[in-house]
């Protein structure tokens, strides 16, 4: 037995959880340049608790970017995709950090927690280039300020998550709205997720998070891994930067343009790029596509076929077993042509081809 | 701990064969390899007739997370395989040396079993 993939040779920092994870008998794996947990019990029995009760993600490798001054959300404005002058305080937006071609930098979640204050929440890939991006383009008189190691964090997804965080917080602060951030003590709480479901993103001082993830666990949710974690957000379409997101395509191609204001004022890095693609169509577009039997899971590089063609029309970005479909799904640019849900495609899976089909996002 | 049947023999890359019928000697993965795999959900056997020889990749095992190949531990034809793990892939997990065989082997050299390590030197080998 010999696993296909080849480990991430560079050696790998460890989380601050990762002692608690290994008494709870985590498999471990490189993320991100991190060590973290891939899963605990297995993936389809952590998928199940997130979907059917809650489950408590570590995410300590995330990354935490603060801006704050005078001018903030005009400057942020030309530099994200969704219009960060609609926001209240407390309100929170996903939105995407593109470069002059469209192409994805991250796509992360603003927080607006002050007149002139936000909290940005970064893929871990993603905080060294995001951060210097920033600090390029910073404006006179506002202050950036990278706490991602300052920070743990935890993800409480599934439909328990406010019973669980009532019992963590013992009633003391209510869960903010959908996509809402408030205050409790020294932590972050974030009323948002990568799962589809209900839930949380808490974001403790480092030193705190070990006592954060014991409460969650105490408050009855099921410690999940990064392993679940994929399949859940894919399940529900949700790209994952590195993979379906990249420094070519653009968030039209994507299909995130819900997340693109191309009218606000001044427009925004990329926004000439993006204009036009919406104006023309994007020449490719990510699509869900489905197996239709029972097959071997499709997985990330794997060739997309038209039905007996010879030549594949592209390569899946993301690909896994859908735990709550027992079937393969999985995400690829498609020709516009072939994106229109019921076009019938093959995956090539080791040399042998499996029917699939263009479905209509999300899987679940 | 994970289980190691004293009657089995074991490679290093942690396939168990059972050479009790050298005609038909049946072939899976450890407990322990099992547990190191967790839920698997897909396997890609063997053609009944294909020759095989001792260390080839022969199969594929896989997990929601990954895909594994599994070797011969043994040179032979195979004589059948486990068609319901077709229907019932957990069973490599929850029966590893049961319902979780993966396929039969007619040995071409019973000899070779002696260079695989019998339960014992396999229980220091998983340590």
Redesign the interface.
Do not use: C, E
């Given at each position: 037995?010999?696993?296909?993939?080849d480990a991430d040779p560079v050696p790998a920092r460890p989380s601050p959880l990762a002692a608690e994870h290994a008494r709870l008998g985590a498999?471990f794996a490189p993320f991100a340049g991190w060590e973290m947990p891939?899963?605990y019990a297995?993936?389809?029995p952590e998928h199940r608790a997130v979907r059917e009760s809650c489950g408590v993600f570590d995410i300590s490798h995330m990354g935490q970017i603060w801006i704050a001054g005078d001018g903030a959300a005009d400057w942020l404005n030309g530099l994200l995709t969704n219009d960060v002058s609609r926001m209240g305080l407390g309100e929170g937006q996903y939105t995407l950090m593109l470069n002059p071609a469209g192409g994805v930098i991250d796509d992360l979640i603003l927080y607006r927690t002050g007149d002139t204050e936000y909290f940005l929440v970064v893929n871990a890939s993603k905080v060294a280039e995001d951060a210097s991006w920033l600090a390029e383009h910073l404006a006179p008189g506002l202050q950036l300020t990278d706490e991602s190691d300052d920070y743990g964090g935890l993800a409480i997804q599934g439909p328990g998550a406010a019973a669980v965080w009532e019992k963590m917080a013992s009633g003391e602060t209510p869960l903010p709205p959908r996509n809402g951030i408030a205050r409790h003590d020294a932590c972050l709480v974030c009323r948002t997720g990568y799962t589809g479901e209900d839930g949380f993103e808490l974001f403790a001082p480092v030193e705190q998070i070990s006592e954060w993830f014991a409460r969650a666990l105490e408050a009855g949710a099921i410690p999940c891994g990064l392993?679940a974690r994929d399949?859940l957000r894919l399940e529900k379409c949700y790209p994952l930067n590195g993979s379906d997101l990249d420094a070519v395509h653009t968030p039209i191609e994507a299909g995130l343009g819900f997340f693109v204001s191309l009218d606000k004022p001044g427009g925004f890095v990329g926004h000439e790029v993006l204009a036009r693609q919406k104006a023309d169509g994007p020449a490719v577009k990510l699509s869900a596509i489905r197996q239709i039997d029972?097959?071997?899971?499709p997985?990330h590089d794997y060739a997309v076929f038209i039905p007996g063609g010879t030549e594949p029309v592209a390569a899946l970005t993301s690909g896994?077993?859908s735990?709550t479909l027992g079937i393969g799904i999985g995400l690829a640019y498609l020709p516009a042509a072939l994106a229109r849900p019921g076009t019938a495609l093959e995956i090539e899976v080791?040399g042998r081809r499996f029917a699939a089909q263009v479905v209509k996002k999300p899987f679940v | 701990m994970s289980q190691i049947p004293d009657h089995l023999h074991y490679s290093d890359s942690h396939e168990w064969i059972d050479p009790a019928d050298p005609s038909a000697a049946a072939v899976g993965v450890s407990d322990h390899a099992q547990a190191e795999l967790t839920d698997v959900v897909y396997l890609e056997l063997p053609a009944v007739g294909r020759t095989v020889a001792k260390g080839e990749a022969i199969a594929v095992i896989e997990s929601v997370k990954a895909a594994n190949d599994i070797y011969s531990p043994a040179s032979g034809e195979i004589v059948a395989v486990n068609e319901a793990l077709t229907e019932d892939p957990g069973a490599v997990n929850t029966d590893p040396y049961g319902a979780g065989w993966m396929f039969r082997i007619r040995l071409s050299d019973p000899a070779e079993i002696e260079s695989l390590m019998n339960a014992e030197a396999y229980r220091g080998h998983v340590g």
């Open positions: 037995m010999d696993p296909h993939t498999k891939i899963q297995g993936i389809l392993g399949t029972k097959g071997p899971p997985r896994s077993l735990p080791r | -």
